[in-house]
């Protein structure tokens, strides 16, 4: 799965036969827009897609494996490098971006010095979000060519069809083909996907939340027709992983809330404040189950501390002290872990400051320095037992879902069985985000108990949750009486606009990752197909 970000040679290295024909009109319209914009073609365009998650909710950022897949739905980059630098200030590049949007987000020109990409994060801002694939693709560019490194100006045109805060990551499709856009426009002939994605991880975090780096990979790495399995520890690393065939078929349903989950706005008592009590929870669990003055290892996660870390190093411990000679597995470790969670945690309404401080052996000061003011976050009380309990009852989730898609099917006839089991997973992570980690809302719950009265076998929220969107295992058969369910006690409730109203529920296949299309060897309309180069138009 390593390796170099694919050149397509056609729209159909990158969808699905179904999806060519819009895909086809939607380029060419923005390859002409282009045109009309800067008066010159484009050379290339980068596309990165979004993602739906299957199962491992917020747990990537305390370093634990999750399953999720690409989607069709992408942000696309076209770019040309061609910009006349007659009025570019002494010392500056130029960056000339408009989106296809225009009127939701509004075109800009930015002259950027050579030494810094600026970025003030304290206004939400679309443009941020290039800005930050810009920032992180030269660092790249520098650590390969020298700090004397001097990129190019660049005029670009984005069009992105993944929906902007609903849960299935514009964001990080948009900072990834950002990254690749600045890679490929300074000549860089080959990017690498892993480089391409550890990049896209840290500068998000510049403009985003303190996310993880599932989203970025499910971008990057995804392989039409698999989902992923993404691990972060001891490197980054990604492999496809598909489903058996079952009977009945199943089919993953994605359905939007239409609850805006503005993480910007409500990070610092959502999202954040979950990364900080993860870690806070590492640290805490490190001074009362290893040896005094045992340090945690520092690691990617966004606060250089977290569970996965505890976790290894609690049974490295264990192991040098008994002298065990056979590890155990993951599953028995996180089992146990569980339980030495629920026992050590017991305080159900939460720690202070004060409370964890003490324990951790430091002051408050240094709690919040550590821990509390990297990023804001507003808690009287962190709840340390609920959040653990969450990441590492989820991690094994994700092991056991992945153990059933390995072992398959024993009854090939009939798989109803084996697809509940697989249902029942979805559903516990489903009850686990909304009671213990307390990420769902009602909205999500009610398209949750919708689909599964209607015949879903698992349902539940994708992605960061507090709205946006919710992911249903349902069997083939069944799609229709839970698109209809759906629309009669919910979607029929709500003010919907047609379009809306269109995208309300997709049926989700896997789709391929980023990938660059270079428009200079192909003028005239995308090629949709390697047989009729440069002829078709749709
Ligand atoms: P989640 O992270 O929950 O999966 P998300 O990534 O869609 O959902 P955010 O992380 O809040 O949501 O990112 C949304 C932001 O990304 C938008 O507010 C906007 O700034 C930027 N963005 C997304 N899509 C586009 C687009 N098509 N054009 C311009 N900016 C976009
Ligand atoms: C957001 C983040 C991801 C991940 C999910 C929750 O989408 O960007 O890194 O933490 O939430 O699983
Ligand atoms: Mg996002």
């Known amino acids: 799965m390593a390796g170099p970000v694919p050149v397509a040679s056609s729209l159909s290295d990158i969808y699905t036969v179904d999806a060519i024909g819009t895909q086809a009109k939607r380029w060419n319209n923005l390859l002409a827009r282009f045109q009309t914009i800067y008066g010159q073609p484009a050379e290339f365009v980068a596309r990165s897609p979004g993602r739906v998650n299957i199962i491992g909710e917020h747990i990537d950022y305390s370093l634990y494996p999750v399953l999720p897949m690409a989607i069709t739905a992408d942000s696309l980059l076209a770019v ?3 910009v006349a630098s007659t009025n570019t200030k002494e010392g500056h590049y130029k960056i000339k971006i408009a989106n296809v949007q225009d009127a939701k987000f509004p075109a800009h020109e930015f002259d950027i010095p050579y030494e810094a990409v600026d970025i003030d994060a304290t206004v939400h801002e679309w443009t941020n979000y290039f800005k930050s694939g810009l920032r992180g693709a030269l660092e790249l560019l520098r650590k390969k060519h020298g700090n004397d490194f001097e990129p190019k100006s660049m005029q670009i045109l984005m069009d992105g069809t993944v929906p902007a805060g609903g849960g299935l990551s514009s964001s990080a499709a948009f900072v990834s083909s950002s990254a690749l856009a600045v890679m490929v426009a300074n000549g860089e002939k080959t990017v690498d996907k892993t480089e391409l994605t ?12 303190n996310s993880g780096g599932m989203d970025q990979s499910a971008s990057v790495f995804s392989e039409r027709g698999s989902a992923l399995f993404v691990s972060f520890t001891p490197s980054l690393k990604a492999r496809p992983v598909s489903f058996p065939k079952t009977n009945p078929e199943l089919t993953f349903l994605i359905a939007q809330s239409f609850v805006t989950a503005d993480k910007f706005v409500t990070g610092p008592v959502h999202y954040n404040l979950r990364v900080v009590e993860c870690s806070l929870a590492a640290a805490y669990l490190n001074a009362v189950l290893n040896p005094p003055g045992t340090q945690l290892p520092s690691d990617a996660s966004p606060l250089s501390v977290s569970l996965h870390g505890f976790h290894e190093t609690y049974f490295a411990l264990q192991e040098h002290s008994s002298g065990a000679t056979k590890s155990k597995s993951t599953e028995s470790q996180l089992e146990e872990l569980v339980a030495l969670t629920a026992e050590k945690l017991d305080k159900r309404d939460g720690y202070t400051r004060e409370e964890i401080a003490a324990v951790l052996n430091i002051s408050v000061d240094e709690l919040d320095k550590k821990f509390t003011s990297r990023f804001p976050v507003r808690a009287e009380k962190f709840k340390l037992r609920q959040r653990a309990l969450h990441v590492f009852s989820e991690a094994l989730r994700v092991l056991k879902f992945m153990s059933l898609l390995e072992q398959q099917p024993t009854n090939t006839d009939d798989t109803s069985e084996y697809n509940a089991q697989l249902g029942d997973l979805l ?10 980690y307390e990420c769902s809302c009602k909205e999500i719950d009610e398209l949750c108990s919708i689909a599964r009265k209607a015949g879903s076998y698992g349902s539940r929220l994708t992605g960061a949750g507090w709205g946006g969107c919710s992911v249903h295992l349902v069997p ?14 919910y979607y029929s409730k709500l003010d919907l606009s047609e379009e809306q109203k269109e995208a309300a529920v997709v049926v989700s296949k896997p789709g391929s990752g980023s990938a660059v299309y270079l428009v200079d060897d192909k003028p005239g309309p995308v090629v949709v197909d390697d047989m009729d180069r440069g002829s078709e138009v749709y």
């Not at 550890?198 to 939340?209: D, T």
């Not at 559903?427 to 213990?436: F, G, K, L, M, P």
């Not at 083939?476 to 006690?489: C, I, N």
């Open 80 to 82: 040309s490098t061609n």
């Open 198 to 209: 550890e990049l896209a991880i840290v500068s998000e975090r510049a403009v985003g939340v």
């Open 427 to 436: 559903n516990q992570t489903q009850d686990s985000c909304r009671d213990v």
């Open 476 to 489: 083939a058969g069944k799609v229709k009486a839970v698109r209809e369910a759906w629309e009669r006690e």
